[in-house]
């Protein structure tokens, strides 16, 4: 098992790329959720998923989209990378109602 | 809204030292509580749990327990160690939903 991972460990991008932060399972975890860390914010949740085929937002969506087309993968879109997200990105996932198992974590800086 | 509030930190300690770390929560209905733990450079483990009042969550020799009447989960340990040294979050989650409301978290920093 190798648990929740997540592609790049790092990356820079400029102001106004895209791209896209991978996030892996392997346990069959119906809920997956991404979230940032900033310092002295703590983590907030960005979106989440239940199932595949069902997204919605958490507590500060804007600037990022997600999609779950399988109940393995969960991948987190920057449209148009702005230097407020700048941040490190946890994915995690769990069996509905049980604890939740985190990712090692992208760190993303834009210039 | 639910929200969780954890001592700021950093807190710093000799190794062998009593570590007490606050966390209080606001929240309705009745949450299941948390503290994670975050090693440097890496993501978050669950350090312990608890899911209802007056439960005790315990795990290498962390101890925290549910407290409804004063809404707050602090965490305790009775002799820290050089390798505790990490972030510690406090989080919520609230009865049927499996968003986690996290406190800002708080760093330890022990010393030989």
């Known amino acids: 098992n190798a648990g929740v991972t997540q592609t790049p460990k790092f990356q820079v991008l400029k102001t106004g790329q895209s791209m896209t932060l991978q996030c892996a399972q392997d346990m069959n975890h119906e809920y997956m959720s991404w979230y940032r860390q900033d310092p002295g914010m703590g983590l907030r949740l960005i979106h989440y998923s239940v199932g595949a085929g069902i997204t919605d937002q958490g507590e500060v969506p804007n600037g990022y989209n997600v999609s779950r087309s399988t109940t393995e993968d969960f991948p987190l879109r920057l449209l148009s990378a702005a230097p407020s997200q700048t941040s490190v990105y946890f994915c995690a996932s769990s069996r509905l109602g049980d604890e939740q198992f985190f990712g090692p974590g992208t760190r993303l800086t834009v210039l | 809204g639910d929200s969780v509030t954890q001592m700021e930190g950093p807190v710093t300690l000799s190794e062998e030292a009593f570590l007490t770390i606050n966390c209080t929560y606001t929240?309705?209905?009745?949450?299941?509580l948390f503290w994670y733990v975050q090693y440097p450079g890496e993501g978050l483990q669950l350090l312990l749990k608890a899911t209802k009042a007056d439960d005790k969550g315990s795990n290498k020799g962390f101890e925290a327990t549910y407290r409804k009447e004063t809404t707050s989960f602090h965490l305790e340990k009775g002799s820290v160690q050089v390798s505790d040294s990490a972030v510690y979050f406090c989080?919520?989650?609230?009865?049927?939903?499996?968003?986690?409301?996290f406190g800002t978290g708080t760093r330890l920093l022990v010393s030989p």
């Open positions: 929240a309705t209905g009745y949450p299941s």
């Open positions: 989080a919520l989650m609230n009865t049927g939903f499996q968003k986690l409301v």
